[in-house]
């Protein structure tokens, strides 16, 4: 409800800007907090829903249609969850739309910022998962320093890896142990990934990043990692599936 009441104002806001042109020039800029709670979840007042009603419906016929089918809910956690693995999967996924063959895919929790319930799907729903202007990107990692990026995941309690992936820790944040495809990772080997340009350059911590060579990032509306979740929710319902996404072992606490 949050989100749609921002969008709305968005599109208020840029409807009036185009309407009028001042000359006007910014003297000083002063700031307060605004406490969000439930007091906006109320109803509106009356005289508020009529005015704000022609852009709730530019709004909805936006975000309102169905793209595909949620198998089951599809929620984000640590150390794996069926969101996270999910939007990991895709960045592998899409890739060959981008001409890219991955080794395997790695996105982050702190970018997923709603759940998908299970039934439909629409567009709105994949932009509440992925609001930002996030996009997904390609890089190249030494063996070593996937080794490197896997300790600062478990050091985060779990990021969102792609099924190629095994991670084996301990309780207490110490990695021991890394497959991709089912071989252990070489330290002098080359590995490319696919994964979210906000990580991509070293942000949540993932600093390991930061050595990647060969990098391709792009700026286009496809890139956009929730244009990804869209395109991926279609073709699923081209094929006649559901989309879904298992806990299926990524993440795998082991014995000191």
């Known amino acids: 409800m949050r989100n749609k009441h921002l969008i709305i104002?968005?599109?208020?806001?840029?409807?009036?800007?185009?309407a009028c042109v001042t000359h006007y020039h910014v003297t000083g800029v002063t700031r307060t907090r605004i406490l969000i709670d439930e007091s906006y979840d109320k109803?509106?007042?009356?005289?508020v829903a009529d005015f704000m009603q022609p852009y709730n419906q530019q709004v909805d016929q936006i975000?309102?249609?169905?793209?595909?089918?949620?198998?089951?809910?599809?929620?984000?956690d640590r150390p794996e969850?069926?969101?996270?693995?999910?939007m990991a999967d895709i960045m592998v996924w899409a890739a060959k739309d981008f001409g890219e063959q991955p080794d395997f895919g790695v996105y982050n929790k702190g970018g997923l910022r709603a759940s998908i319930a299970k039934g439909d799907i629409t567009i709105g729903d994949a932009t509440d998962v992925?609001?930002?202007?996030?996009?997904?990107?390609?890089?190249?990692?030494?063996?070593?320093?996937?080794?490197?990026?896997?300790?600062?995941i478990v050091y985060r309690g779990g990021e969102p890896v792609s099924k190629e992936v095994k991670i084996f820790a301990t309780k207490d944040k110490q990695l021991k142990r890394v497959t991709i495809k089912g071989k252990d990772v070489d330290p002098k080997a080359s590995y490319r990934v696919a994964t979210v340009d906000y990580i991509a350059h070293g942000n949540d911590q993932l600093s390991a990043f930061k050595d990647g060579t060969q990098k391709r990032?792009?700026?286009?509306?496809e890139s956009l990692t929730r244009s990804l979740l869209i395109k991926y929710a279609k073709e699923m319902t081209a094929q006649g599936k559901a989309v879904d996404g298992e806990v299926e072992g990524r993440y795998i606490i082991v014995e000191e």
Not at 43 to 47: I, M
Not at 63 to 76: E, R
């Open 130 to 152: 992925a609001p930002f202007e996030n996009r997904i990107c390609f890089l190249t990692l030494s063996g070593d320093k996937v080794l490197e990026l896997m300790q600062q």
């Open 43 to 47: 109803p509106l007042p009356q005289q």
């Open 9 to 18: 104002g968005t599109v208020m806001l840029m409807t009036l800007l185009s």
């Open 63 to 76: 975000f309102s249609p169905v793209i595909g089918t949620a198998k089951k809910d599809l929620v984000p």
């Open 81 to 86: 969850s069926p969101l996270g693995n999910l």
């Open 217 to 221: 990032e792009f700026t286009d509306e």
